[in-house]
């Protein structure tokens, strides 16, 4: 906090922003045979939300063995997927511990995960101190994205400057 009582955060200009504070960040994007058009994201916390909640002290991704679409026994197909795990939209994506409160934060679409960054949840100050760096949560791919239904960084600015 500044001294005069104002919250200090930044916004990363190359992602796209949900109004639960998610950042998503367009690593790659490519075309199956098909012609469907296959987005890799990846998905981090919002400085905003370290600014308001305080120092999180913990951080706990999915479990995967938890999630639909993980079986065991289907390591072949985990394989040639690529996937992890599945998340539906409104699944929990991330829990954070504060000293004084718990947040819980959706996935704002329904995903297949790639990747968990496990650093986080060893060092949940990561989150912290690097929202835009190495403190990402996980690397997924939306079954469907569509960049405009997300707030650009300057719409999120704007929605933080109306809920503040």
Same mark, same amino acid.
């Given at each position: 906090?500044?001294?005069? =009582?104002?919250i200090? %955060?930044?916004?990363?200009?190359d992602?796209?922003?949900?109004? !639960? $504070?998610?950042?998503l *960040?367009?690593?790659?994007?490519?075309e199956?045979?098909? +012609?469907?058009? *296959?987005?890799?994201?990846?998905? +981090?916390?919002? #400085?905003? @939300?370290a600014? @308001?909640? =305080?120092? %999180?002290i913990r951080v706990t991704?999915?479990?995967?063995?938890?999630?639909? +679409?993980?079986?065991?026994?289907?390591?072949?197909?985990?394989?040639?997927? =690529?996937?992890e +795990?599945?998340?539906?939209?409104?699944?929990?994506l991330?829990?954070?511990?504060?000293?004084?409160?718990?947040?819980?934060?959706?996935?704002p679409?329904p995903?297949?995960?790639l #990747?968990?960054?496990? #650093?986080? #949840?060893?060092?949940?100050d990561?989150?912290?101190? !690097?929202?835009? =760096?190495d403190?990402?949560?996980?690397?997924?791919?939306?079954h469907?994205?569509?960049e405009? $239904? %997300?707030?650009?960084?300057?719409?999120?600015?704007? %929605?933080?400057?109306?809920?503040?």
């Open positions: 906090m500044a001294e005069d =009582g104002d200090e %955060f930044s916004v990363a200009e992602r796209r922003y949900t109004k !639960e $504070h998610l950042w *960040q367009v690593i790659d994007r490519e199956d045979e098909d +012609g469907n058009v *296959q987005t890799t994201v990846k998905v +981090g916390v919002s #400085e905003y @939300v600014a @308001v909640w =305080g120092e %999180f991704l999915p479990n995967l063995s938890a999630l639909d +679409g993980f079986d065991e026994g289907e390591e072949k197909s985990q394989e040639k997927s =690529g996937l +795990g599945e998340l539906a939209a409104e699944d929990i991330v829990t954070l511990r504060t000293a004084d409160d718990v947040v819980l934060l959706d996935s679409f995903c297949g995960i #990747e968990l960054n496990g #650093e986080v #949840e060893d060092s949940p990561l989150v912290n101190s !690097e929202a835009y =760096g403190g990402w949560l996980m690397i997924v791919r939306p469907e994205y569509e405009d $239904h %997300f707030l650009s960084p300057q719409e999120y600015i704007e %929605f933080l400057a109306e809920s503040l």
